[in-house]
């Protein structure tokens, strides 16, 4: 069992920044990979960014490439999103969620992670 705690998450403007964090109990027990997904009210929930924890290679979709940041300290467990000039459209709950993945189409769906933390709020507004 592998636990997961975001925190992180508040409330900023247009073109602003946040740093969010994923605690986990044990990053390499969860799995190869640890992904941050994104829920806003009355949609799905999107995968925006993965990382192979044990390649260190990271995943991002078209909508936060070359804004958001996925990095990963051995050292205290801890993955990080950095996420820069944050868009209104960013506005969601995120989380953290961790499992083993063997295909690149597996890389943001949902379904294949199956730890996940409990989630923080972004909020991007003017």
């Known amino acids: 069992q592998v636990q997961l705690m975001e925190s992180g998450g508040g409330t900023v403007a247009p073109g602003g920044s946040l740093r969010l964090a994923c605690a986990a109990s044990d990053l390499q027990s969860g799995g190869n990979y640890i992904g941050w997904f994104r829920q806003a009210p009355g949609k799905e929930r999107e995968g925006v960014a993965t990382l192979n924890t044990h390649g260190n290679t990271p995943w991002y979709i078209d909508a936060v490439k070359d804004r958001f940041t996925i990095s990963q300290d051995t050292n205290t467990n801890t993955v990080y999103l950095q996420m820069d000039r944050l868009q209104v459209e960013d506005t969601a709950m995120y989380f953290c969620?961790?499992?083993?993945?063997?295909?690149?189409?597996?890389?943001?769906?949902?379904?294949?992670?199956?730890?996940w933390g409990q989630g923080t709020q972004v909020t991007v507004a003017a």
């Open positions: 969620a961790a499992g083993r993945l063997f295909a690149r189409k597996e890389l943001f769906a949902p379904g294949k992670y199956v730890y």
